[in-house]
C-alpha cells in the first residue's frame, strides 16, 4: 500500500498535478473538448489536469457529472486516464436515457392513432434510442396524417447545413440510417452518425396546389440515435493511438443512454445481466472491425 502511493504521488508530480491533489483522486488530462464544458465553474481547455475520482465507477461518474457544465446538448469533453492509458468521455448525451417507440406491436409495427404517433415522438427526456431500424405503417392517423399527396419530413442541422429529408409517404414511415441520415453534398455522399445530429423537427409537406408546410401540433424536436452510431461514435473516439475500453463504452450506454428494461423487451432477455452481456457482445463485435 506504501509502495502504491509514493508511485502514485510520483507520477502526479511528473504530470503537473500536486502532491495533495493526488490524495484525493486519479489524474486526467484534457484531450479534446467539443462546445465549450466547465469543471467546478472552470472552462476546460485541452492541456488541462485534473484530479478526479475513478471514472471506471459508475457511481463515482455519476457524482462527478454534476461537476461538469456544458453550454449545449452536443458538448463534451475527453481525457486521457493517464494511469491507465484511455480515453473517456463525458457528455452532455449522458444520463439522458433514450427509449424506444413504446408501440404495443411486435414485427411489423403499426401506428394507429395520433395519440400512439404522439407518445412515440414525445420522449420524456428529448431521446429516442433505437435499437434497430424500423419501418412503420401508419394507418388512423388525421394531424398527422402523410398519404397521397402529403409527405413527412424530418429536418436538421448538421456541420451547419439545414438538413431536410423524407422519412414518411403513403401511410409508411422509414425510421432507417439511409432514409434520415443518407445525404448528398458537393463533396459527395455522406452517411450522418445520428450520434452527432442534436435535434431533430417533425412537419407534413403537401403537394402542389397546396404546396404549403404544416407543422406537427404538440411534437417538440427530440434527438433519434441508432444503437450501432453510438458505439461507432465511440469506437472512433482516439489521441495519439489511445482509444476507449469496451468496459467504458459499456457503462456510459447503459444506463446512462439506454435502459436495460428496452433491450430486455426488444429481444426477450430475462434480466439485467442478460441484456448487459447482449450489449457488451454488440459493441465488442463494433470495435472488432
Not at 46 to 68: I, P, Q, T, V
Amino acid at each position: 500500500m506504501k509502495t502504491w502511493f509514493i508511485l502514485s504521488l510520483a507520477l502526479s508530480c511528473t504530470l503537473g498535478f500536486t502532491p495533495f491533489a493526488a490524495i484525493a483522486g486519479m489524474p486526467y488530462e484534457v484531450v479534446l473538448v467539443k462546445g465549450k464544458v466547465h469543471y467546478q465553474h472552470k472552462e476546460l481547455r485541452r492541456g488541462d489536469k485534473l484530479m478526479l475520482a475513478d471514472l471506471d465507477s459508475k457511481e463515482n461518474m455519476s457524482k462527478e457529472y454534476s461537476n461538469f457544465t456544458f453550454d449545449s446538448n452536443s458538448a463534451e469533453v475527453h481525457l486521457l486516464d493517464v494511469g491507465r492509458r484511455k480515453i473517456i468521455p463525458v457528455s452532455a448525451r449522458i444520463n439522458k436515457q433514450g427509449r424506444d417507440l413504446m408501440l404495443a406491436t411486435r414485427g411489423i409495427k403499426y401506428i394507429r392513432s395520433d395519440f400512439e404517433f404522439r407518445r412515440a415522438f414525445s420522449p420524456e427526456n428529448g431521446v429516442l434510442t433505437l435499437l434497430a431500424e424500423d419501418t412503420l405503417i401508419c394507418t388512423g392517423l388525421k394531424e398527422y396524417r402523410f398519404s397521397q399527396d402529403s409527405r413527412l419530413i424530418a429536418a436538421y442541422h448538421w456541420n451547419g447545413i439545414e438538413i431536410k429529408q423524407e422519412i414518411g409517404h403513403n401511410d409508411t414511415l422509414f425510421l432507417t440510417r439511409r432514409q434520415l441520415f443518407s445525404i448528398n453534398t458537393p463533396e459527395g455522399h455522406v452517411q450522418i452518425n445520428s450520434f452527432d445530429v442534436d435535434k431533430i423537427s417533425l412537419f407534413i409537406a403537401n403537394a402542389p396546389p397546396a404546396n404549403d408546410i404544416q407543422n406537427l401540433p404538440d411534437i417538440q424536436p427530440f434527438s433519434l440515435y441508432f444503437l450501432n452510431d453510438i458505439i461507432q461514435y465511440y469506437a472512433q473516439v482516439r489521441h495519439e493511438g489511445i482509444g476507449m475500453d469496451i468496459n467504458t463504452v459499456l457503462n456510459l450506454i447503459m444506463p446512462g443512454l439506454i435502459g436495460s428494461r428496452q433491450i430486455q423487451r426488444e429481444f426477450g432477455l430475462l434480466n439485467e445481466e442478460e441484456a448487459r452481456q447482449w450489449l457488451e457482445t454488440r459493441i465488442k463485435n463494433i470495435f472488432s472491425k
